[in-house]
């Protein structure tokens, strides 16, 4: 059974940058597509962004120049960088794992089907 | 940008059907998925590609898109399935969550 596990330093000073890791348990990283989503307290959820071992990433057009993902395959972990941070940036923050594929029309067929259990991350001073 | 308009609460006795709904432009070209998420938990895949269920997700747990809007249903609404539940399409290679529809079943 795979299991996803978020680490980072839980609380982050305004303007500075949020690292966050996710272990991936078992299994190829380099199989599928990764993806961080968030929830402020209280809220609903927010997709950040996914990156996959070729280097392909694609981020949440309104997060976009704050936003960096990656992947190390020796370590079997994925990383989220979230630059400038404000109060506004805090949340639980889960990363997930993509299912899917494109049908037979190009329609994207794409789904989460693992997610870590999420770490809360406090923007303050 | 797209977006996708869920009801903000939902509520049923146990044993009755609830239905959620998302709204969305041209929704029915998309694939629609749902996620259950209780309190104090990650969410959890319960309905995907509009009608197909994880294993282990139990069959009341049923989804439907043939146009605008998707609904979720679950048939004989349980107490444990007291949660918020978030439908969640892709648009343009980006993710799009409804805002959420809380469920509560009493």
């Known amino acids: 059974q795979v299991q996803l596990q978020e680490s980072g330093p839980g609380l982050v000073k305004p303007s500075e940058t949020l690292s966050l890791t996710c272990s991936v348990s078992s299994g190829s990283i380099s199989t599928y597509y990764w993806s961080w989503v968030r929830q402020p307290p209280g809220k609903g959820l927010e997709w950040l962004g996914y990156t996959y071992y070729s280097g392909s990433t694609n981020y949440n057009p309104s997060l976009k120049s704050r936003v960096t993902m990656s992947l190390d395959t020796s370590k079997n972990q994925f990383s989220l960088k979230l630059s400038s941070v404000t109060a506004a940036d805090t949340a639980v923050y889960y990363c997930?794992?993509?299912?899917?594929?494109?049908?037979?029309?190009?329609?994207?067929?794409?789904?989460?089907?693992?997610w870590g259990r999420g770490t809360l991350i406090t923007v303050s001073s | 940008s797209y977006e996708l308009t869920q009801p903000p609460s939902v509520s049923v006795s146990p044993g009755q059907t609830a239905y959620i709904t998302c709204s969305g432009d041209r929704l029915g070209d998309k694939y629609v998925c749902w996620y259950q998420q209780k309190p104090g938990q990650s969410p959890v895949l319960v309905i995907y590609q509009d009608t197909k269920r994880p294993s282990g997700i139990p069959e009341r747990f049923s989804g439907s898109n043939s146009g605008n809007p998707a609904t979720l249903t679950i048939s004989g609404a349980q107490a444990m399935d007291e949660a918020d539940y978030y439908c969640?399409?892709?648009?343009?290679?980006?993710?799009?969550f409804g805002g959420g529809t809380k469920l509560t079943v009493l």
């Open positions: 997930a794992r993509r299912q899917g594929y494109y049908d037979s029309s190009g329609i994207p067929l794409w789904y989460f089907d693992l």
């Open positions: 969640q399409v892709w648009d343009s290679s980006t993710v799009i």
